[in-house]
């Protein structure tokens, strides 16, 4: 790999002479500015679709084409779930920084065309192209973290990832109405030009990273089948009981491709010589056990943030206007909790315990808010919300970090990927399933409390606007509380028996030590021992040569491979190999 600069941190590779090779002041404010700059990239891709979300009405009535309102936000999921995996492996083979800067650009070309959208078409085009972007920036924010900082420091950075994603939830409901109110539709996608070209200019100027060249290809037909696999999964979850039936034709096939199309994926990567996603990773437990957490924990976090803003506005009748401060007691949770766990994650290094209490209190939140009914206040409702978010805290980030830790370094950008890979498709199928349950109860609700008349007031759509609840007969509106209310329990009960299986993963998770940023062990006395190695700036490329070097030295066997990169500068330190280490 070939060197283009120093980044003043410990990459995890500074355990031994090739962590101290300079002796430049090290840059910490360099540091603090590059991930400034992801955050902000992390909060462009998190707050898009919650500032859009508040301006479709406006955008519909200006441009018309009621009938394909959807596809605006499924246009730009799709590309988003589909790309992450692909932008992971380019990262991987090509280089961090390059992927990064790339996927900011596709963004922002992406909001600027968007905003110049003349019909729903064209902006449903530019949605897609906007969601390619998106997906690299996730998976690029948390990737260049994995190369930056050491698992066992990475731990303080999570308070700040859980009030990005706080701050998106909450903030983005009121920027968008401000912004529609204000300036009109259009400017809810041109507001990421200047904060990306922030991030962009940001990034270029202070993060270097060393270029990378693969020598393999990458694996086209892997990413092909991939990408239709997940289009019709996610196809399949959005449109299934809602505009087809989940017993429809259409519905069926497109769960057939799917699975055609995943299943060959599978095969594919076991001859690609550059898998899209290395199914070598699976290996580790806790890897695969990361992987199914973050699976439940997407499948129950966006069913929440679907049906509690609309329990709260149709049976406790709050303003949906300020639907965003609906969800703080839960956000404001989940934000204290993550970053207390990361701190004592970073003091302990030890951090098991965190997906078993967090697996805990999401079963217990989500099963309290199971008991809402149609007499809860607001506080208590609340309480529960809470509960939850601590749970939620303490999954969150902690998932990503594992997994990190779990796989090598030349691995991270794909781990980064998967992980949030699944973590959107189990949003997926939570709000798919979770919404066909709570359907099906309005409307046997409804029909139990309000005979016909109640079923022919759902069977248009199961949710009502407040204006429209107003106008309903005080009995029909009386049975549709109690119909939401009962739905909404069937929704959350369905999710805390999710969640035990999250408990029950949890308990499989492996207390591996974290990858830290200490000094290797060197002999008392030694001019290395008393080296502050902290306070090195790390040349990632010579970090990493000296490492390999290091570890094709050493004993390792075919079994036992070290880990590259900064990954080998820790595990050669202390004689560990890839078998303690994963």
């Known amino acids: 790999m070939a060197e283009t600069g120093t980044v003043a941190v410990d990459t995890g590779g500074g355990g031994g002479k090739a962590g101290r090779a300079d002796s430049k002041e090290p840059q910490p404010r360099s540091v603090r500015v590059v991930l400034m700059a992801l955050m902000i990239a992390m909060l462009l891709a998190m707050l898009d679709n919650m500032i859009v979300g508040t301006a479709m009405p406006t955008i519909v009535g200006d441009l018309g084409g009621l009938e394909h309102l959807s596809w605006v936000v499924t246009a730009y999921t799709l590309a988003t779930a589909a790309s992450t995996p692909i932008w992971g492996k380019v990262g991987d083979m090509y280089g961090r920084k390059g992927a990064f800067l790339t996927s900011i650009v596709i963004f922002l070309i992406g909001s600027g065309l968007s905003g110049m959208a003349q019909d729903m078409n064209q902006l449903i085009a530019f949605r897609a192209i906007q969601g390619l972007g998106a997906g690299g920036l996730m998976v690029g924010v948390m990737a260049i973290i994995g190369d930056l900082i050491p698992p066992r420091e990475r731990g303080k950075y999570q308070g700040m990832m859980a009030g990005v994603m706080a701050l998106a939830m909450i903030g983005g409901p009121l920027v968008g109405g401000a912004i529609t109110d204000n300036w009109g539709w259009r400017w809810s996608f041109y507001i990421n030009l200047p904060l990306g070209l922030v991030a962009l200019v940001m990034v270029t100027a202070v993060l270097h990273l060393p270029k990378k060249r693969a020598k393999g290809k990458i694996d086209y037909l892997g990413a092909a089948l991939l990408t239709v696999g997940i289009t019709s999964i996610v196809l399949m979850t959005t449109w299934g009981g809602s505009q087809y039936a989940w017993g429809s034709a259409v519905i069926m096939e497109l769960g057939a491709i799917g699975v055609a199309a995943l299943v060959g994926f599978v095969f594919v990567q076991t001859k690609a010589a550059e ?308």
């Open 275 to 582: 898998p899209i996603l290395p199914l070598h990773i699976f290996r580790s437990r806790n890897f695969t056990v990361m992987s199914l957490i973050g699976f439940i924990t997407g499948f129950v976090m966006f069913g929440a943030v679907l049906f509690l803003p609309l329990y709260q506005q149709t049976v406790q009748g709050a303003n949906a206007t300020n639907s965003g401060l609906l969800l703080l007691p839960m956000l404001l949770s989940m934000m204290v909790v993550s970053l207390v766990a990361g701190r004592v994650t970073t003091n302990t290094g030890k951090y098991k315990v965190f997906p078993l209490v967090g697996s805990v209190l999401m079963v217990a939140g989500l099963f309290l808010l199971a008991q809402m009914d149609t007499d809860t206040s607001r506080f208590t409702s609340g309480v529960f919300m809470a509960v939850l978010g601590a749970g939620m805290g303490c999954l969150m980030q902690i998932t990503m970090l594992v997994a990190q830790n779990s796989v090598e370094m030349k691995d991270m950008g794909v781990a980064s990927s998967s992980t949030t890979l699944f973590r959107t498709l189990g949003s997926s199928f939570g709000v798919a399933i979770m919404g066909a349950l709570f359907n099906n109860r309005v409307h046997d609700v409804m029909a139990e409390r309000a005979g016909a008349v109640g079923g022919k007031i759902t069977e248009q759509s199961t949710q009502l606007t407040p204006e429209g609840l107003a106008k309903l007969p005080a009995m029909v509106r009386d049975a549709y509380l109690h119909a939401v209310s009962a739905g909404t329990h069937s929704a959350f009960l369905l999710g805390s028996i999710v969640a035990v299986l999250s408990l029950i993963a949890a308990v499989f998770v492996k207390e591996v030590p974290l990858r830290g940023a200490g000094p290797a062990k060197e002999a008392p006395g030694s001019p290395e021992a008393a080296a502050p190695v902290d306070a090195q700036p790390v040349d990632m490329a010579k970090a990493a040569t000296a490492a390999n070097a290091t570890a094709a030295n050493g004993a390792a066997t075919a079994d036992a491979k070290p880990v590259e990169g900064g990954a080998a500068g820790d595990a050669a330190a202390d004689g560990r190999t890839v078998s303690e280490t994963v």
